[in-house]
Structure formats: C-alpha cells, structure tokens
C-alpha cells in the first residue's frame, strides 16, 4: 500500500463551481501535511500547509483529518486558471526532512 | 539567483551511457533534494544534503546513482551506465524550512 494515496481523477469542474477531493495517507506518525500545484510539465510549487484546524487561502480550503488519516483540499469559485495536478504532501515523524511522501496527484480540469 | 536552477533542461542519452545533471539552488538555502518523477507518476525522494551534515541517501535506486553537492551550494546527479528505466524528469529543490520545497523547472532525461 502506498504511503499516500490520491484519486487520480481527472476532476471535471465548470467554472465557478466548487470541488473538493481527498488525500488518504498510512501512517498515523505522519506530523507535516501539504498541498502542491503542478502545471502540466512544469515543477510542483507549494499551494498552502494543512493546519489541524483547517486553514483557508482564498478561494482554497484545507482540512485534516488525522482520525480518517486524511487531507482534504476544496476550491470554491473555480477559474479556469485553477486547472493542475494538485499534489498531497506528508512528513513522517520518523523520516528526515528530505523523505516528503508525495501522492500522485489529483488532476482537475475546469472548463468554461 | 531568483530561484532554483537546473541544467540541462533536457537530456538525451544512450543506453550505457553516463550523464551528469546539475542543480543550483536558491542562495542562503541550506537543503538541497533530489527527487525524480516518472510520467504520470508522483515524486520519488532520491537523495537529500542538509547543511554539513552526511545526505540521506535512501532513496537512490541502485548504486549507478550518485550525488555530490560541493561548498554547500551546487548539486550534480550521476547515473552511470544508464538505463531506459532512468528515463523521467529530475527535479532539484532547496529550502530553509521544512515542507516548503522550492524545485527546479526540472531536467527531462531521455534513454534511448
């Protein structure tokens, strides 16, 4: 079983429409969690860090589930600019900085 | 500079061959990892340099890969005798903080 696991999609969005899509993960020493954004053949940049409390950037919002041993990421007024492979990022406690555990990503298109 | 540089942005090789892939991270950045990312994949941890410390290692695939980062700055990944599996996207990223990878725009590696 994979250490992180994401729905590969693709996720069919009209604009301004809202969606959301899980990020399971295995290991309960998990500590750190993380959204990434990757733009068809081009690096992941950092979308926002998951806080326990569940944050908001935007039109973006984070939620941690570390009962379910998932994260969740919902984007509300889709604009078609928000079209990406969204990656889901976590640090084990037992691991060193460099072993971010990434998913595979969730593909989400939007279209007009 | 800016950001996270790679070079070359593209690489086409022959099966047995050798290739060297270097990163320049951003500056004042102490962390330095090497991930890779095989089409439709998500990223795969391969090394991983802190400072002065000894790199974590664990995630290169056999011993034909190799890395060295030198006066704490400038990365290059090794493979030798490459294989057509090495073929993916080698992606460097540096950071100060945990989680908060910026990566490289990436080098395309080609064996054919």
């Known amino acids: 079983r994979k250490e992180v696991e994401q729905d590969p999609g693709p996720f069919n969005v009209p604009e301004g429409a809202t969606v959301a899509f899980n990020c399971t993960y295995s290991n309960s020493a998990s500590q750190s969690f993380f959204w990434y954004r990757q733009d068809c053949r081009k690096e992941p940049k950092l979308l926002m860090s998951?806080?326990?409390s569940g944050n908001e950037d935007g039109r973006f919002t984070a939620q941690l589930n570390r009962a379910s041993q998932y994260i969740s990421l919902l984007i509300r007024d889709s604009k078609l600019s928000d079209s990406a492979t969204y990656l889901c990022?976590?640090?084990?406690?037992?691991?060193?900085?460099?072993?971010?555990?990434f998913g595979a990503g969730t593909q989400v298109v939007v279209t007009p | 500079g800016a950001g996270v540089s790679q070079s070359p942005s593209n690489k086409v090789t022959e099966k047995g061959k050798d290739v060297e892939l270097r990163c320049d991270p951003i500056?004042?950045?102490?962390?330095l990892y090497w991930y890779r990312q095989s089409l439709g994949q998500g990223l795969e941890f391969l090394i991983y340099?802190?400072?002065?410390?000894?790199?974590?290692k664990s995630g290169l695939p056999s011993d034909r890969f190799s890395a060295e980062r030198t006066g704490g700055s400038v990365s290059t990944l090794t493979i030798q005798r490459t294989q057509q599996e090495d073929s993916a996207v080698y992606l460097c990223?540096?950071?100060?903080?945990?989680?908060?990878?910026?990566f490289g725009q990436g080098t395309r590696l080609t064996v054919v």
């Open positions: 990022v976590v640090i084990l406690t037992t691991d060193s900085w460099g072993k971010l555990q």
């Open positions: 998951v806080y326990s």
């Open positions: 340099f802190q400072g002065n410390s000894a790199p974590d």
């Open positions: 500056s004042g950045h102490t962390a």
């Open positions: 990223a540096s950071s100060l903080k945990i989680g908060l990878r910026f």
